[in-house]
Structure formats: C-alpha cells, structure tokens
C-alpha cells in the first residue's frame, strides 16, 4: 500500500475481476458485437481510468461517460480509443468534443443549430438517441427525426456515427415492455434508413439486455454495472445467465478497542447501552465518507465473522461490538469477502432499500482506491 495514504479505510478494487467480467460477456457475445464499457460516475465509484485502462486491455474496444468533463479525464490520462458522452453536453462544449475526437449525444434540433454556428478544424462526431420509452432524452417522433437530420445536413464538419436508445425494463422478470420499445426502435431504424443512407453504428443494449439477449444486440453493447460484477436485478441474478466477480471492497481497521460495564452507552444520544460487560471496536469510517448513518444495525466482518455497528454512525467512525477482544489494527471489511465469509454489494443496498448501483457511487473520495491485479497492489 502507498505510503502517502495515512488513514486506516480504504476500497480495494480488484481490476483482475473487471478482466474476468468483460470476458464473460464477450463470450456471451456474437463475435461482431463489441463492447463499450461504461465508465461514467467516476467507474461507477471504483475510478474510471484504472477501470477503463483494464477494460480495453480486456478487449473492450470504447468507453463511455455520462459528462463531458468525465472523458477529458480519459484523454489526458493518455486514452485514445472512442469515447462516447452519454449526457446532454450544452453546445457550448462541442468544439472541444471535437479537438479531443469526443463523441457527444444529440437528440435537439436547437442543439444542432447553435453547434452549427461555430466554426470547427476538426470534425465532431455524433450519436443520435432515440427515446423508445425509457422518457428521458432522445428523439421520439419521426417529425423531430426529419428536422434533426435536416439539420445534420448543414454542417461539413459534423458527422453522425451513431444511433442507440435505451431500455427501461431489461431487468425485469416480465420482458412485454422491453419488446415494445425493441418494436419501436426498429419502426425508426427503417424510417431512418431511408432518410439517411450512410453508415452508422447502433446499440441499445445496457448489462440487463446484454446478458439476457445476447443474440439481438447491435454493434455494440454499453457494459455497464457488470463489469464490475454486479447483477443489474434480482431476478437477473437468479437467472445465472453469466458468472460475475465483485470488484469493489470495503476495508477498515479497528483504531480503538475498549470494554464496557453493563449500563455504559456508546456514541450521539446514547442510543445503545451495554447490558453485560462487552467489546466495542471503533473504525475511523462515517457518514463524511458515505457510509451513511442509515447503515447502523448493518453486521461487518472480523476475521470472518459478523459483528454489528450498534449506535449512531458519526461523520468519521463507527462503532462495533465484538464477541471479545481483538488488538487495534485488526482488519474489518464492511464490504466483500473476509476469511470466506462474504457481505455482498446486494446485502448493502438491500439493507438500505436501494440498488446495489447506488452504494459504490455513494462510498466518496475520502476513502482512497487501491488496486488490486494479479495479487499486488497499488494505490492511485
Ligand atoms: C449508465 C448507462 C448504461 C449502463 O447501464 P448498466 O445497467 O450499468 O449496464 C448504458 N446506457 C446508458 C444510456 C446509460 O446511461
């Protein structure tokens, strides 16, 4: 571990997992169907360029982020394979799209217009969206079809290279919506193909479709949640359609451990009160860090047992009661596998009622990254 980090909590993220991921998709895969990983929100928490770098190593062949800012991140870290912005980048930022060869996502004719107006030296590349029921962003009407590529037509220096939606409901169980919005995709595809008789390339698929529906994705894939190991549902999960590994860890050390007398409290408000003698372990982890205070009642593992937070979680530690003493410095893992026991990402966003997508993103950058790849590791 670095010697710059002096805190005793950090992630560990596990990049030969991410490896390990890719290549199960990839097998589910028809051989000319590519993959985009998905690296926005910083690598869904895990770090986007370490992700990315290990993504294309693994075969991913383009990225993709929801920000602008998030891909200018990857080009200065030496990157050059296609990325692709997800989001609505305000025109404004479309000249400097092109001078780092950004692809951006349009779906405005107003959008198109004003980026009409600037005067580019090099070429912007775009993918259009198609908003097929998922109400978000995208085109949704053959007239706004029409308009947006007449207004393609005006500009040398603007190219379309692509054309994707997305699906709402390719999680779950019940595939009935999932089939409509695939329906009303291919109603476009067809208009579109006779207004616009160029090559492009198509996706649609997020992890959920991808694994579900290998054969009936397009050019590309947009790998997200899973490759970082996670399932996209319960009921995708079940399935067992693909075996996945869980990148992202969660590790602290005890920095205090102490007994109480029976009627001795712990923490804000004195929530909890010993009612026999007993241990209590303090982890320098909190709410200021995104464990959040909802977490508390929530079992942490010590030398592969499960031990409960008890009072209030504070802004930057935890308590935890103990089935004995154990010395200061011994390791607790919050989230992932510890002597064969595990609390999965699921068990987390369960216990807070949530999607296991949310608590990687939400665990924020006091806790610094570390690395993991064929058993060494490394810090950021
Ligand atoms: C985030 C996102 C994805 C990735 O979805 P996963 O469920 O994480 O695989 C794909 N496409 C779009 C448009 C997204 O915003």
């Not at 991913?60 to 929801?66: F, H, M, N, R």
Request: proline share 4%; charged share 25%; net charge negative.
């Amino acid at each position: 571990m670095s010697e710059t980090i002096y805190r005793d909590t950090w992630v560990e993220v596990d990049l030969d997992a991410i490896e390990y991921n890719i290549k199960q998709m990839k097998e589910k895969l028809p051989a000319d169907s590519n993959i985009i990983a998905v690296v926005k929100a910083d690598g869904y928490g895990h770090g986007s360029v370490q992700v990315a770098k290990k993504a294309l190593q693994a075969g991913a062949k383009a990225l993709a982020v929801a920000l602008l800012e998030e891909a200018l991140l990857l080009r200065e870290a030496s990157i050059d394979v296609p990325i692709l912005v997800l989001g609505r980048v305000p025109p404004r930022g479309a000249l400097i799209a092109s001078e780092h060869d950004i692809t951006l996502t349009f779906f405005q004719k107003e959008w198109l217009q004003e980026v009409n107006t600037y005067s580019f030296t090099k070429n912007l590349k775009l993918h259009m969206k198609w908003d097929t029921g998922m109400g978000r962003i995208g085109i949704r009407t053959e007239d706004e079809l029409k308009g947006t590529l007449n207004a393609l037509n005006e500009n040398p220096n603007i190219y379309l290279t692509g054309v994707y939606t997305h699906f709402a409901t390719a999680d779950e169980k019940d595939l009935t919506y999932f089939y409509e919005q695939k329906d009303r995709f291919n109603k476009f595809w067809n208009v579109f193909k006779e207004l616009w008789p160029h090559e492009v390339d198509i996706h649609i698929g997020n992890s959920a479709a991808s694994i579900r529906l290998p054969n009936e994705m397009k050019d590309y894939i947009r790998f997200g949640i899973s490759m970082y190991g996670l399932y996209p549902s319960n009921s995708v999960k079940e399935e067992k359609e693909i075996d996945l590994k869980q990148a992202f860890s969660l590790h602290s050390r005890f920095i205090h451990v102490k007994k109480l007398a029976p009627g001795e409290s712990v923490s804000y408000g004195g929530t909890y009160t010993a009612e026999e003698e007993e241990y209590i372990g303090t982890i320098p982890i909190g709410y200021g860090d995104g464990w959040i205070r909802k977490l508390q009642g929530i079992s942490v593992l010590v030398e592969g047992k499960r031990m409960p937070i008890i009072g209030r979680i504070c802004m930057d530690q935890t308590m935890i009661r103990l089935d004995r003493e154990y010395p200061v410095g011994t390791h607790v893992t919050l989230i992932g596998e510890q002597d064969n026991e595990v609390i999965e990402m699921d068990e987390i966003a369960n216990y807070l009622d949530t999607i296991n997508y949310e608590i990687p993103c939400i665990i924020n950058h006091r806790v610094p990254r570390i690395y993991k790849e064929h058993n060494a590791y490394r810090s950021k």
